[in-house]
């Protein structure tokens, strides 16, 4: 049995396996945007993968990925992470995260593994594992609200 009752099924093909571009809606035209690529949901357990590719635009001077698309991924995913878990039309908006980075990027994939830590109608809490090469790159926490579509 689920530890989270899905209640929103209809979303779950929208998300999976599907590539957010610059132009996507979903991403709110941010600029240089990630090429994000979802994976598939765990139901049982609450989670869900995204991952980019390091491109040349993401480095900063020291030829190093910029920190903040490192945080990108980790809010995205873990935003959408709640989306089979809420009423339908509803959204969820970041209230707080905190990302403690461990270890540099200059190529390759970068991929978050996030995971439902707690859901209620109103507040989620979710754990985000972002990695390269399977070597932990940052970790992040962000609590979420739930939001009704006016």
Known sequence: MSQFEVINPDFIPILENV???????LTGGIPGFLNLKMGVY?????EL??????????????????GGATATLADL????????YIPVGAKVVTVETKTNYFRTV????????SKIESLNREIG???CRVENDSRLVALSQSTFKVVSVL
Do not use: N
Not at 49 to 66: K, P, Q
């Open 19 to 25: 590539t957010w571009t610059l132009d996507d809606p």
């Open 125 to 127: 809490v979710i754990t």
């Open 106 to 113: 200059r190529e390759g994939s970068v991929i978050a593994y």
């Open 49 to 66: 993968t995204g991952s980019f590719e390091v491109r040349e635009e993401f480095l900063g001077v020291r030829g190093i990925l910029d």
């Open 77 to 84: 995913v873990s935003g959408a992470t709640f989306y089979p």
């Open 42 to 46: 765990d139901l049982e357990k609450g």
